[in-house]
Nanobody
Framework: QVQLVESGGGLVQAGGSLRLSCASS????????MGWFRQAPGKDRGREFV??????????SYADSVKDRFTLSRDSAKNTVYLQMNNLKPEDTALYYC?????????????????WGQGTRVTVSS
């Protein structure tokens, strides 16, 4: 099992920045990739892909809506990933979830992730 704990959410004005962290513990050696997904309030559309990183090699993928604004990185020694979010917009308001996969071919597909955190809320005011 892998446990994931997110932190760093909060309230920020449009144009501001936040850094989310996701600390993993347990059988972290089994992690192939980690991702961030978000679910906007009042919308029953499931979790939207935000960004993902392959643990070996560190290659990243981003949703078009956050590309050039968000940066995903990892600290292998701490088994932690960081999502730096800059130039935040009101439409970025959501509950952000960290996820981990033991093996995955499509990092954008939420259904293929094995472990999930509880989420951290991000609210961007206009």
């Amino acid at each position: 099992q892998v446990q994931l704990v997110e932190s760093g959410g909060g309230l920020v004005q449009a144009g501001g920045s936040l850094r989310l962290s996701c600390a993993s513990s347990g059988r972290t050696f089994s992690i192939y990739a980690m991702g961030w997904f978000r679910q906007a309030p009042g919308k029953d559309r499931g979790r939207e892909f935000v960004a993902a990183i392959r643990w070996s090699g560190g290659s990243t993928s981003y949703a078009d809506s956050v590309k050039d604004r968000f940066t995903l990185s990892r600290d292998s020694a701490k088994n932690t990933v960081y999502l730096q979010m800059n130039n935040l917009k009101p439409e970025d308001t959501a509950l952000y979830y960290c996820a981990a996969a033991r093996w995955i071919s499509d990092v954008r597909a939420s259904a293929t992730y094995d472990y999930w955190g509880q989420g951290t809320r991000v609210t961007v005011s206009s």
